[in-house]
C-alpha cells in the first residue's frame, strides 16, 4: 500500500526519517511553511526558508526515492511580529507560484489575535487571486472557536470549501468542517493533536469522505510514520483497505491535485534515484559513502539505502 504524508516539515528531520519513510510505503510529502520553532529576526530568513523548502528540500528527498512538495505562507505564530508580516507578505506571491507548491499555507490562528486575523484576511486573498488552494492550521487553544472563525473567513472571501484543507481536526471540531464541505485533515502528533487510537474511531464513526490524516512531523518529539503506522491499526481494527487508502492517500491525492502541482504520475513515473547527482554543488552523501544509483528494474528493497 503507498501512503502519502501531506503534512510534515521535513527540513527538520534526517535522511533516516527518509528512508524508514519510503520503506514504510510513502511516497509523496507536502511540507507547509512554518516556523522554526524561535522566532525569525528578519524577513532574510524567511526568504531563505521559502528558498529551501522549494529547492535543496524538493532535490533531498527525491535522493530517497519521495517526491516532495510544499505550500508557502506566513504562519499566525509570526503573523503577530507586524514588521516581519509585512515584509513577508511581499515575499508570498514570488514563491507562491514555483513549481511543486500546492497551497497557500499554513495559516490561521494560534492566540486569535488582531494581527493573525488581518494578515489571513490578507492569505485568503493571495489564494483567491491566485487561484490556489488554501491549507488551514487551527488553534491549539479554543480549537472549537479557531476553527468556526476559519472557515467563516474563507466564506467571506468567497473561496470554495472545496478548495480548503482545514487541518489539526479533533473531536471537537469534525463534525462542522465535514457539514460545511472542508477537507478534514487528522494530526497523527499523540499528546497534542490526534492519537492514532482515536483516530480509527474517527473513522469508524464520520467514515471516509474527506478525511484524511498526516504527521506534521517537525523539530519536536513526532513520528514522521504516523501516517502508515495509523494504516496498519486500522487494519488491525476492521477497517477495510479500500477505505484505508481513502484516508492515508487518494484523500489527499484528490484534494491537492486541485492544484494542478500534485500528481501521481510525479511517484509512478519518477526517475531512478542517483545519488552522484548535485544541488548547487551539494549532494546528501557526508563521509564519504558511496551513491546509491537505483536500479533500472529495482526490487523489492530497492529504496533501502546500504
Given at each position: 500500500m503507498m501512503f502519502i504524508d501531506p503534512h510534515v516539515h521535513m527540513i527538520s528531520r534526517t535522511t533516516d526519517d527518509y528512508e524508514a519513510m519510503r520503506r514504510g510505503g510513502v511516497v509523496a510529502v507536502i511540507e507547509p511553511a512554518f516556523w522554526i520553532g524561535q522566532p525569525r529576526t528578519n524577513v532574510g530568513s524567511m526568504l531563505d526558508y521559502f528558498s529551501m523548502i522549494v529547492g535543496w528540500e524538493r532535490f533531498r528527498a527525491r535522493q530517497f526515492g519521495i517526491q516532495h512538495y510544499c505550500t508557502i505562507g506566513?504562519?499566525?505564530?509570526?503573523a503577530n511580529n507586524e514588521e516581519l508580516a509585512e515584509k513577508t507578505m511581499d515575499l508570498l506571491p514570488r514563491y507562491a507560484a514555483k513549481e511543486g507548491v500546492v497551497a497557500i499555507g499554513e495559516i490561521g490562528y494560534d492566540d486569535m489575535t488582531d494581527l493573525e486575523e488581518h494578515y489571513f484576511h490578507?492569505?485568503?486573498?493571495?489564494?483567491?487571486?491566485?487561484?490556489?488552494?488554501?491549507?488551514?492550521?487551527?488553534?491549539?487553544?479554543?480549537?472549537?472557536?479557531?476553527t468556526i472563525r476559519s472557515m467563516d473567513l474563507c466564506?467571506?472571501?468567497?473561496?470554495?470549501?472545496?478548495?480548503?484543507?482545514?487541518?489539526?481536526?479533533?473531536?471537537?471540531?469534525?463534525?462542522?468542517?465535514?457539514?460545511?464541505?472542508?477537507?478534514?485533515?487528522?494530526?497523527?502528533?499523540?499528546g497534542t493533536k490526534m492519537g492514532n487510537e482515536r483516530m480509527v474511531e474517527i473513522v469508524k464513526q464520520y467514515g471516509t469522505e474527506r478525511i484524511f490524516i498526516d504527521s506534521a512531523a517537525d523539530w519536536g518529539r513526532s513520528d514522521p510514520l504516523g501516517v502508515p503506522k495509523t494504516a496498519k491499526l486500522m487494519l488491525q481494527r476492521g477497517i477495510s483497505e479500500e477505505q484505508v487508502k481513502k484516508v492515508c492517500y487518494q484523500n489527499a491525492l484528490d484534494a491537492y491535485k486541485q492544484s494542478g502541482q500534485f500528481n501521481e504520475e510525479d511517484w509512478l513515473e519518477r526517475p531512478k534515484i542517483d545519488q552522484r547527482e548535485t544541488f548547487s554543488g551539494n549532494s546528501v552523501l557526508r563521509g564519504g559513502r558511496d551513491p546509491f544509483v537505483e536500479e533500472e528494474e529495482p526490487s523489492k528493497d530497492d529504496l533501502i539505502i546500504e
Open positions: 506566513l504562519n499566525a505564530k509570526e490578507e492569505q485568503l486573498e493571495l489564494a483567491k487571486k491566485m487561484d490556489m488552494l488554501v491549507l488551514i492550521h487551527t488553534p491549539h487553544r479554543n480549537k472549537k472557536q479557531g466564506e467571506e472571501h468567497g473561496l470554495d470549501p472545496g478548495k480548503v484543507i482545514v487541518d489539526h481536526n479533533n473531536e471537537e471540531t469534525v463534525e462542522d468542517v465535514l457539514d460545511r464541505g472542508y477537507w478534514t485533515a487528522f494530526t497523527i502528533y499523540p
